[in-house]
């Protein structure tokens, strides 16, 4: 099996920054892309930003200049640097990949909670 395990979200102000982690273990041969997604209350969940395993990346227009996915190919780790933040990013931040191995398929983080104040 795989596990993903998320850290680093938390409370930031407006217009401050956030980075969220999220480490991939278990039974890897490889992860292809891998991608952080987001829910907030009442609404369903949305992509944020997605990096493939060669580092190409794609992003929601709404963070588009302000959030840089990047990750980690020796660590099976993904990151999200988040600047400029504002009250509408307040969401559960998960972490997506989709992993080739014993268990072939997409697996998905726990969640992580950021809340920004205004």
């Known amino acids: 099996q795989v596990q993903l395990v998320e850290s680093g979200g938390g409370l930031g102000q407006f217009g401050g920054s956030l980075r969220l982690s999220c480490a991939a273990s278990g039974s890897i041969l490889r992860i292809n892309d891998m991608g952080w997604y987001r829910q907030a209350p009442g609404k369903q969940r949305e992509v944020v930003a997605i990096i493939t395993s060669s580092g190409s990346t794609n992003y929601a227009d709404s963070v588009k200049g302000r959030f840089t996915i990047s990750r980690d190919n020796f660590k099976n780790t993904v990151y999200l640097q988040m600047n400029s933040l504002k009250p509408e990013d307040t969401a559960v931040y998960y972490c997506?990949?989709?992993?080739?191995?014993?268990?072939?398929?997409?697996?998905w983080g726990q969640g992580t909670q950021v809340t920004v104040s205004s």
């Open positions: 997506n990949a989709n992993v080739i191995g014993i268990v072939t398929g997409a697996y």
